[in-house]
């Protein structure tokens, strides 16, 4: 049985290869003004995006723990437009990432943002709710995902506007066939079967069903945006209220 583990262990970690960190929109549209003011920036020393977040209280934000870099420093909240200015951007105090997450496509993807300072609610920044139990989303239920990644999969550029998309849920069943060895506690939407997704550069932002951060983006396969050959993954949050609610309560 040992070794029978060992050989899954392996073939898991050599699929790994082929998986790309979460990202951007593809086939998606500008999100509407002063909509999704929870979405997040999260930027290294140069002020430059590097994954997505979501604010959850006036001073944490989540994203997921690939994105984890010690060029991490400022969150930015408040426009869509990065490039605009008129914006809040807070430092980061510190990095909680879950004690079992080891890499990106085992799961436990997942990291909380403590921010020096709270956020200026009510200043194009809101915060969103989580769910308050585990949920069970139905196969086809149409939810959406944003980022500033990159729009084409042969395109390195980032997205300077906020973008969205209208994913659809898949049946776990149905992403256990396509992904061997898929990690437990996820969620599978958009991308397989369709043109719509996420893409490199949106990592850590939110899967929004009904109001709530469901999910955090996490993976898709070998750089390829341009779909349908794999479900984008996601961290499903409802597995994880527990250990956020003891994260929170320790910086309280």
């Not at 029978?4 to 290869?17: F, P, R, S, T």
């Not at 997921?64 to 010690?70: G, K, L, P, R």
Request: net charge negative.
């Amino acid at each position: 049985m040992l070794v029978l583990q060992e050989i899954l262990l392996l073939h898991v970690l050599a699929c790994l290869g082929r998986l790309t960190h979460g990202s951007d929109i593809i086939h998606g549209e500008k999100a509407p003004e002063n909509s999704m003011q929870y979405m997040a920036s999260v930027q290294d020393n140069e002020g430059e995006h590097v994954c997505g977040g979501f604010l959850i209280t006036e001073d944490f934000v989540v994203s997921a723990a690939h994105c984890d870099d010690s060029s991490l420093t400022y969150v930015v909240l408040g426009n869509h437009n990065l490039k605009n200015s008129n914006h809040q951007k807070i430092k980061i105090e510190n990095k909680i990432i879950h004690k079992n997450y080891r890499q990106v496509g085992l799961g436990d993807d997942i990291m909380l943002i403590k921010l020096s300072e709270k956020v200026k609610l009510g200043h194009g920044a809101e915060t969103i709710e989580i769910p308050p139990a585990e949920i069970n989303l139905k196969e086809n239920q149409v939810c959406q995902v944003a980022g500033w990644g990159i729009t084409k999969t042969d395109d390195n550029k980032l997205a300077d506007e906020l973008m969205v998309v209208d994913v659809s849920v898949i049946d776990k069943q149905v992403c256990k066939k396509q992904w061997r060895g898929l990690p437990a506690n996820v969620i599978c939407a958009g991308g397989y079967e369709t043109t719509k997704g996420f893409c490199q550069g949106d990592s850590g932002g939110p899967l929004v069903c009904h109001g709530f951060a469901v999910g955090v983006v996490s993976f898709n396969y070998d750089e390829n945006c341009k779909y349908p050959d794999k479900p984008n993954v996601y961290t499903d949050i409802s597995k994880y209220r527990k250990w956020i609610n003891e994260v929170l309560k320790t910086f309280f």
